[in-house]
């Protein structure tokens, strides 16, 4: 009689790999988690869709509904917890050698405290360098610094950092003052992560192209910004998956680890063992990179019911895997990594029984929606690019990364030549464009409804659903590429100006600066800023080209990622105030970058004829670039004039007033970011602004706006916008006329 319980249990649990159970749960977790983790709409959309799938497992497994229930109500529990953020952080700060970045004498990285991760940053002390920079583990003491939430995306497209470490628990960052420094206590924790430093520091004395490919493929990490370029290729080729850890690395493991087994007379069962051994360990290496551990679920679950004479199909030992890699990481459907895997898993499993071929090319399918939702563009050959670049990973990429990590440095050297010649290729292919698609971003009810037209036709294959999603996919591109309203944006680009104009319909885009990053010291970015804030902000909106970019004057902050931008998109027209040409820093940062760009001087009281019409305010005469000799313009749109004036000072600001004493303008960018060296009481009253706009970095060093800036503004009556409260600040017109900022979830900021 004691027994039976448990062949009860047996029973139900045998019962379980009913076909489709598993597969359905999973859907309805993942409409659980819609509830908990979507905004507004897409949690009456989650509910809508929860409740059916409860209704299909009641009617299909009604002996199951209760398993089905309690699984869901333990995820409702586990994702009711994840949704309350932790206290202040408190106490000691430990930090692992191989989370930590040591830069100039700059520390930064990941820190755990007794309840919580956090960022950190600030001076590294001598002692904490000397142990760190040994592979040792520390705890800081005595802390005292300020305790701040990460800073979100700003502007449309921006990576948002905020919700990317939020996905990992990390909700507060903490400038280091000042700390002492003990080592952490040994323990099998400090010991991995000091195994996984020397892993790091080993691979670091790698080629750079052998160590980038070596800390992808163990590290799920990539070593340095110089491989910015090979990570922009492969994105741009539609290849950039063959980079992450996945099934395919499972697939190599278990291999080796059974023809090895095989050596040493092993049983299926302990090769079964050491497999799970070894991707246990893979999983910390990769830091729990979502890919690897969906593909180690899924051998381990698949291996071990093989063993016990059970059979589940590939839809449910998906949806297994999913369930359970749900419950112990509640925001997977936050990671991009996260949702892509499980994607193209399901991808893989709808279309296991087609060709090659055809199976890549519903892959892709299936993707592009996400695609077009997280990164903008698509590549519309990626299919042949596939062909082409697959074969060249695995058999000559993998082999000799394999390879390098033993081999002597000659034949590393030897290697490395090898991938110089051919990523040279590669890259020579990605820069033709060839394939290539900027669609911009679709909305998150646009990628669901493109996704569901993509399923539908790929489990009927009726004609008709294919026409739909051409239809829609067609509407959309159209809504993007020929918007019914133009804009004028104030980029978040911190300490700097840079300001986007477009036209409503057949879309002209204009930029007024560029943006940059000041660099004091011994500092240098890996990445240009206008990587992370502009390009990202014109793929989303689907701007694959620039009809004109005009030039304040020569300072950093206004144009320091001209040439950048001149490199990654084409320009047709750069405008610059007379004289500024012959400066030799601006000429070498254009230098080989214009060949196919129009260079055009301008002087007070010219006119520039585009589509939106600019009358030079300033430089009366040549100059070389510096504040006093910022190009000034101003411009009409729907009725309102609008002047940008870029670092000019009152000297020039005198001189505009001279030259066009009836100079009225309705919306004005305020000079120097808010200094008190421009945009004077005497000017302001001239021009008699409705509005003026600040663009000025957070807690920048010199803190902009000055206070004497904004006691001048209200003393005035004139209302301001900053990009610093309020990230990219937006005018939009055509249909209807109104302003809008990013951080406040693109509600109405500003009536007039």
């Known amino acids: 009689m004691a027994t039976r319980p448990s062949r009860q249990l047996r029973t139900s649990l045998q019962s379980s790999l009913q076909a489709g159970f598993y597969f359905l749960l999973a859907l309805a977790s993942v409409s659980l988690c819609g509830i908990f983790q979507s905004q507004k709409w897409g949690k009456l959309f989650a509910l809508a869709a929860l409740l059916y799938l409860l209704f299909l497992l009641k009617d299909k497994y009604g002996g199951l509904f209760k398993l089905a229930l309690a699984f869901l109500l333990l995820l409702t529990l586990v994702l009711a917890k994840d949704q309350v953020k932790p206290g202040e952080p408190a106490g000691d700060i430990r930090l692992y050698p191989d989370q930590v970045k040591i830069t100039d004498g700059w520390l930064s990285g990941r820190g755990q405290t007794a309840t919580q991760k956090v960022q950190v940053y600030g001076p590294a002390s001598r002692e904490a360098l000397a142990l760190l920079e040994n592979g040792q583990s520390i705890d800081l003491t005595e802390v005292s610094g300020a305790v701040s ?8 497209g921006q990576f948002d950092y905020r919700r990317y470490l939020a996905s990992q628990h990390v909700y507060r960052q903490v ?28 691979l670091k004395r790698l080629p750079r192209l052998l160590a980038f490919f070596a800390s992808e493929l163990l590290l799920a990490e990539n070593p340095a910004g110089d491989n910015q370029a090979n990570l922009n290729t492969y994105r741009d080729l539609g290849v950039i998956h063959i980079l992450s850890i996945s099934g ?11 023809v090895f087994g095989s050596y040493l007379h092993m049983t299926k069962e302990e090769v079964f063992a050491a497999s799970c051994a070894l991707l246990t360990f893979e999983v910390f290496l990769s830091a729990g990179q979502p890919g690897f551990i969906r593909a180690t679920l899924s051998y381990v679950f698949s291996a071990g019911l093989s063993f016990k004479s059970r059979r589940i199909g590939r839809a449910d030992l998906l949806g297994l895997t999913y369930c359970c890699q749900q419950l112990f990481t509640p925001r997977l459907l936050l990671e991009t990594g996260g949702i892509l895997t499980y994607v193209l898993a399901l991808g893989l499993v709808l279309t296991a029984k087609l060709p090659d071929c055809k199976q890549a090319f519903w892959l892709n399918g299936m993707l592009t929606p996400f695609l077009l939702y997280f990164f903008y563009q698509v590549n519309v050959c990626t299919i042949f690019y596939n062909i082409l670049v697959v074969p060249y990973f695995n058999y000559i990429v993998m082999p000799m990364t394999g390879l390098a990590l033993l081999a002597p440095p000659g034949l590393a050297a030897f290697f490395e030549k090898i991938l110089e010649a051919a990523e040279g290729m590669l890259a020579n292919v990605a820069k033709t464009g060839f394939g290539q698609l900027i669609y911009g971003q679709v909305k998150a009810w646009q990628l669901a409804l493109l996704f569901v037209l993509t399923f539908l036709y790929l489990i009927t294959r009726k004609k008709k659903y294919r026409h739909i999603l051409a239809a829609v996919y067609l509407l959309i591109f159209v809504s993007i590429h020929f918007p019914l309203e133009g804009q004028v944006s104030f980029i978040d680009v911190g300490q700097g100006d840079s300001i986007l104009l477009t036209t409503p319909i057949r879309r002209q885009v204009y930029l007024i600066d560029t943006g940059g990053k000041l660099t004091f010291g011994k500092k240098k970015q890996s990445q240009p800023q206008i990587d992370r804030i502009t390009i990202p902000l014109l793929k989303a909106q689907g701007i694959s080209q620039i009809d004109g970019v005009f030039v304040s004057h020569q300072d950093a902050d206004h144009v320091g990622d001209l040439g950048p931008l001149l490199e990654e998109m084409p320009v047709k027209r750069l405008y610059m105030g007379a004289g500024l040409i012959q400066n030799p820093s601006f000429r070498a940062r254009i230098a080989g970058r214009v060949e196919k760009t129009k260079l055009v001087e301008l002087k007070a009281g010219m006119e520039v004829k585009e589509a939106i019409n600019f009358q030079v305010l300033h430089p009366e005469v040549a100059g070389k670039g510096e504040n006093k000799d910022s190009l000034s313009l101003t411009c009409r749109l729907a009725g309102k004039s609008w002047a940008f004036t870029g670092d000019l000072d009152q000297a020039g600001e005198e001189a505009i007033i001279k030259k066009f004493p009836d100079l009225k303008i309705d919306y004005f960018k305020l000079g120097h970011h808010g200094s008190d060296t421009s945009s004077s009481t005497v000017f302001l009253r001239a021009i008699q602004p409705k509005l003026v706009f600040i663009s000025a970095g957070r807690n920048n060093r010199y803190h902009h706006p000055k206070p004497e800036t904004l006691a001048k503004l209200h003393q005035l009556g004139i209302p301001y916008l900053n990009t610093q409260t309020e990230g990219m600040i937006s005018w939009h017109y055509g249909i209807r006329e109104y302003f809008s900022s990013f951080l406040e979830g693109r509600r109405v900021c500003y009536h007039y």
């Open 248 to 258: 395919m690395h499972v697939g190599i493991y278990v291999f080796a680890l059974a």
């Open 175 to 202: 400038k280091l003052a000042h700390y002492q420094v003990k080592l952490a206590p040994a323990s099998l924790l400090t010991r991995l992560h000091g195994l996984r430093w020397k892993i790091q520091a080993y």
């Open 149 to 156: 939430e990460i800073e979100p995306a700003t502007n449309p």
